[in-house]
C-alpha cells in the first residue's frame, strides 16, 4: 500500500487473527526486500527480508511472499499481539546502487483486544 | 543489545539557523546513514558514509547537508541554513558487514530519531 501524505492505509485487526500486509514496486532490478516496523516514537526496526530470486520466507510468527510477475510484496504476521500495533514499511535494495534503502508507503496495523 | 543512539530527541530552530543532529552508531558497525521522514510520508534516503567519506548521497542532500565523524564514536548532520521544508525526523543507521539476521550483506540498525522542527 501507497501513504498520500498523513492519509497512511490502516489495517485493523483482532487480536489472535492473521494480518496481511502489501507492498507493490517498481523496479524489476531489485535485489532484496526488507519488511520494516515502526512504532510510535521510533525508528524502523527490520523485521525479515527476501531475496529477489525467492518466492518466501518464513521467520518466526511472519512469512513474506514476493512475486515479480506482479511486482507485489506481503508480509503474513499470524496470531497477531497487542505488540504488533505499529506502521510497517516494505523497502528495496538495488545492490548496483548502493546499499541505501528505498522505502515504499507504510501501513498502519492497529490491533484490537 | 547494542543500539544506536540520536541526540537530541527533539530540536527547534529558527529558519536560516544552522543546525547539528548526533548519531552514536553501534560501535563496531563500519556504514553509516541518515535518512529522513516528513510526517505522515515515507523515509527517505540521505546520505550514506564509509572509511571516512561520503559512499551516496540522494538528490535531497545538497550542499546545505554535511556529515562528518570528528571521532570514533559519533556521527553527525549538519544543515547549514534550515528551511521550513527540513522539518522533519532524521534518522541514522548503522550497519557491519557482519549480521547474521538478513541475506542482505549490511543490515542497517536505526536509531529512534530526531524530531527537527524549523519554524
Not at chain 1, 518464513?58 to 510484496?73: A, I, S, W
Not at chain 2, 534550515?82 to 548503522?94: I, N, P, R, V
Request: net charge negative; with cysteine; proline share 4%.
Amino acid at each position: 500500500g501507497e501513504s498520500v501524505g498523513l492519509h497512511l492505509p490502516t489495517l485493523s485487526v483482532q487480536e489472535g487473527d492473521n494480518s496481511i500486509i502489501n507492498c507493490a514496486y517498481s523496479n524489476s532490478a531489485s535485489d532484496y526486500f526488507i519488511w520494516y516496523k515502526q512504532e510510535s516514537g521510533k525508528g524502523p526496526q527490520f523485521i525479515i527480508d527476501i531475496r529477489s530470486n525467492m518466492d518466501k520466507r518464513q521467520g518466526q510468527r511472519v512469512t513474506v511472499l514476493l512475486n515479480k510477475t506482479v511486482k507485489h510484496l506481503s508480509l503474513q504476521i499470524a496470531a497477531t499481539q497487542p505488540g504488533d500495533s505499529a506502521v510497517y514499511f516494505c523497502a528495496e535494495i538495488i545492490e548496483a546502487a548502493g546499499n541505501k534503502l528505498t522505502f515504499g508507503g507504510g501501513t498502519r496495523v492497529l490491533v484490537k483486544p | 543489545e547494542p543500539e544506536v543512539t540520536q541526540t537530541p530527541s527533539h530540536q527547534v530552530t529558527q529558519m536560516g539557523q544552522e543546525v547539528i543532529l548526533r548519531c552514536v552508531p553501534i560501535s563496531n558497525h563500519l556504514y553509516f546513514y541518515w535518512y529522513r521522514q516528513i510526517l505522515g510520508q515515507k523515509v527517505e534516503f540521505l546520505v550514506s558514509f564509509y572509511n571516512n567519506e561520503i559512499s551516496e548521497k540522494s538528490e535531497i542532500f545538497d550542499d546545505q547537508f554535511s556529515v562528518e565523524r570528528p571521532d570514533g564514536s559519533n556521527f553527525t548532520l549538519k544543515i547549514r541554513s534550515t528551511k521550513l521544508e527540513d522539518s522533519a525526523m532524521y534518522f541514522c543507521a548503522s550497519s557491519s558487514p557482519t549480521s547474521g539476521r538478513s541475506f542482505i550483506d549490511n543490515e542497517q540498525f536505526f536509531g529512534p530519531g530526531t524530531r527537527l522542527t524549523v519554524l
